[in-house]
């Protein structure tokens, strides 16, 4: 690869989940450090970071037919640009984006990220260069502060997974599961406040599994962070996801209904409904117990919604077993929920089990599961009309003067009248749809 000047304009695009955001957050502060600028909407950049996603096939192939396009408008342009592949396809197929895609001159796993300024002088140079290591010192100590955020900001507070679902990538490409220091934790909540933060999620593959001490040396779990988080002044909301049906413990349950900055929203996948498949899937949960564990948090926080992850078609599962899960789901009433069809991932030791579900099978489940999904989404919005509530405003909405932002319940709203982003407004809910809800702006409140 020819040598190259140094890049002066950035894009970071991040695929998949939340963490990925963060992430792609975080490498965009270091890039700032060094001094690159946000490409101008509309412009190509010097330097393209791809922070992908592994999950399921689709989501990795898009990875190369990315790559393809960005050189494509590089040759045509004259100028190519230097590409970095980070995220979990980086960690999974290092190698193969190395010798498969000669345009990318920087790979970065997600634990090795802070290493990406270092790389970047190497790939200046014309070198190319892999790192996908998983240090056990934790990365965040290595990124610069927090300036700048959006008032709905995500937090990092625990990485990786243990848990090992049989189909599941994550327990590979994101290593073992780390809890990130209480203080460091309390600290970068305070910052994003500094910066504008109004709502703050904290984040991780398996978040109710976070474990600490606090400053006088007491261990703490996500529902003493929680508690401690809410009294940062001018921290207005706090949620909290990715969780799991095994690490839910008495104390989270009641934090929902003791702490008022935590958003009645809970989002824990179930899965399945039957429990043969969500033992083959090696969840440690059953359909009965998981019920069980709702009702806990219904009982502690009434107007609690409640949101999931599907898969339909897992190997084995048969037309019974996934009527299970359709009970499931009328069991529940879900206020929104994700469901994918099964996709094999290489190295699962789902990808290789009996009993593969041929592909019409799982298309026709997915559509019969997200029928009922899309139905209870609808009833829950509706269910909320005449309210009142707060809204977080977040963006412009499409026409002049409207403003969109979330519900306590993580519904979109939209409104009109006077606001600005990062507001806390109270909106009455006059009309729903599947996907949003109409307000009516009531009166400013003190953001
Ligand atoms: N850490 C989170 C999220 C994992 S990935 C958790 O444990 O819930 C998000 C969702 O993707 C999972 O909940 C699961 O529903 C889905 N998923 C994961 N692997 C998949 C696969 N191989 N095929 C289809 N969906 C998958
Ligand atoms: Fe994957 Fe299961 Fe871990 Fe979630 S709990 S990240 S689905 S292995
Ligand atoms: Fe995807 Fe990795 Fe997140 S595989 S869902 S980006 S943890």
Not at 9 to 19: A, N, R
Not at 312 to 340: I, R
Request: charged share 25%; net charge negative.
């Amino acid at each position: 690869m020819k040598p190259t000047t140094s890049p002066k304009t950035y894009k970071v695009k991040s695929f998949g989940c939340q963490m990925n955001v963060y992430d792609g957050e975080r490498m965009a502060e270091m890039l700032g450090e060094q001094g690159i600028v946000p490409a101008p909407e509309g412009e190509d950049a010097d330097l393209v970071v791809l922070n992908t996603c592994h999950i399921r096939e689709k989501a990795a192939e898009k990875v190369y037919s990315d790559i393809g396009r960005i050189s494509k408008a590089g040759a045509e342009a004259g100028k190519q640009p230097l590409i970095a592949v980070a995220g979990c396809v980086a960690q999974a197929e290092g190698e193969e984006i190395m010798a498969r895609a000669p345009a990318v001159s920087m790979v970065v796993g997600p634990q090795a990220y802070h290493r990406l300024p270092e790389m970047l002088d190497k790939a200046v140079k014309g070198e190319r260069a892999t790192d996908t290591d998983m240090p056990a010192i934790a990365k965040f100590a290595a990124l610069p502060e927090r300036r700048r955020t959006a008032p709905a900001s995500f937090l990092t507070v625990q990485e990786g997974c243990d848990k090992f679902c049989t189909y599941c990538v994550v327990p590979y490409t994101r290593g073992a599961e780390i809890s990130r220091p209480y203080s460091d934790l309390v600290t970068e909540a305070k910052k994003l406040v500094d910066a504008g933060a109004k709502e703050i999620t904290l984040l991780g593959q398996n978040v109710s599994a976070w474990s600490g001490e606090n400053e006088k040396g007491h261990p703490v779990g996500l529902a003493g962070l929680i508690r401690d988080l809410a009294k940062v002044d001018g921290l207005a909301r706090i949620r909290y996801t990715t969780s799991h049906p095994a690490d839910m413990d008495d104390e989270l349950i009641a934090a929902h209904g003791e702490i008022d900055k935590l958003m009645p929203f809970l989002h824990l996948p179930v899965q399945a409904g039957s429990d043969r498949v969500l033992k083959a899937m090696n969840r440690s949960h059953t359909a009965e117990s998981y019920l069980k564990l709702l009702d806990g948090f219904r009982a502690a926080r009434p107007d609690l919604a409640l949101s999931g992850d599907f898969i339909v078609g897992f190997p084995g599962e048969t037309d019974a077993e996934f009527e299970e899960t359709l009970a499931l789901v009328d069991e529940v009433g879900y206020a929104q929920a994700f469901s994918f069809k099964y996709s094999p991932r290489p190295g699962t030791p789902a990808a290789t089990m009996d009993g593969q579900v041929p592909k019409v099978v799982m298309d026709e489940r997915l559509q019969r599961l997200q029928a009922a999904l899309n139905r209870d989404q609808l009833a829950f919005n509706k269910n909320t009309v005449g309210r009142g509530c707060e809204v977080l405003v977040e963006r412009k909405g499409k026409h002049p003067g409207q403003w969109l932002g979330k519900s306590p319940w993580l519904q979109s709203v939209w409104f009109e009248g006077r606001a600005q982003i990062g507001d806390l407004v109270q909106v009455d809910l006059v009309e729903a749809g599947p996907n949003s809800l109409a307000g009516k702006l009531r009166e400013a409140v003190a953001a």
